[in-house]
């Protein structure tokens, strides 16, 4: 709840829904995961999610505000994960099928982590990273450094000596759209998107978000000025050097 650019976020409305329900709603119907679970912080200001998700009948855990890193650990120890898939509860148009051929895709490739957006090649609000629960342990374990502690993946994709890295990529590259939540003008598109589309197509898919753009073009400039934040330019970095 405490965004720094946009406070409550995950809980704001679109048509008398919070954004987290659109998102649980559609990770429900990804056919390879067996467990879901939100984890937020121990502030109080969070108790608004953790009620929510009992609401939801959704698991919830709870740790350090900062540490995300700690926090799913804890996740991962609750459920007895062997595989964990992270995902960000501010993308509440992620397509239930990418989540699944992510972890298709981990299945088949001889890899301990697995990321969509390395290089960015989906939309901003699609991304996906899948892990062995060995390395988020070990991560969770070994880290020292505050941005791998709040970012979470970091200390994984730094070390591709260490670690079997792998990217997998769309063509042609729809990065250029931003469908996350982190701003006024990012909650403003996504709830025009939300309003128009889920009435009619409640699993809509990444091409029916851009069918609709088409329709609607100038909508692509509400947020086209927000820049986002990432830490993951060095994983980009080590995929491409190590042609992963």
Known sequence: MGSTRLPGKVLRKVCGRPLLSYQLERLRRCQHVDHIV??????????????????????????????????????AK????????????????????????????????????????????????MAVEVMTRKVLDEAAAEAHDPTEREHVTPFLYRRPERYRLRSITREPN?????WTVDTPEDFELVSRILDLLYPSIPEFTVDDV???????????????????KTVAASVAEFLMKENY
């Open 210 to 228: 851009l069918a609709l753009l088409e329709q609607h073009q100038d909508w692509n400039e509400i947020n086209r000025h927000v820049e986002q």
């Open 78 to 125: 609750a459920t007895s994960a062997d595989i964990v898939v992270r995902v960000t509860a501010d993308c509440p148009l992620l397509e239930p099928a990418l989540v699944d051929q992510a972890i298709e895709a981990f299945g088949s490739g001889e890899c301990d982590y697995l990321s969509n957006m390395c290089p960015p090649t989906w939309p901003y609000g």
């Open 174 to 178: 729809l990065s250029a759209h931003r």
């Open 38 to 75: 939100v984890a937020t912080s121990v502030l109080p200001a969070d108790d608004t999610i953790a009620t929510f998700c009992a609401q939801e009948s959704t698991a919830v855990v709870r740790g350090p505000e900062l540490d995300v890193l700690t926090r799913f650990a804890l996740a």
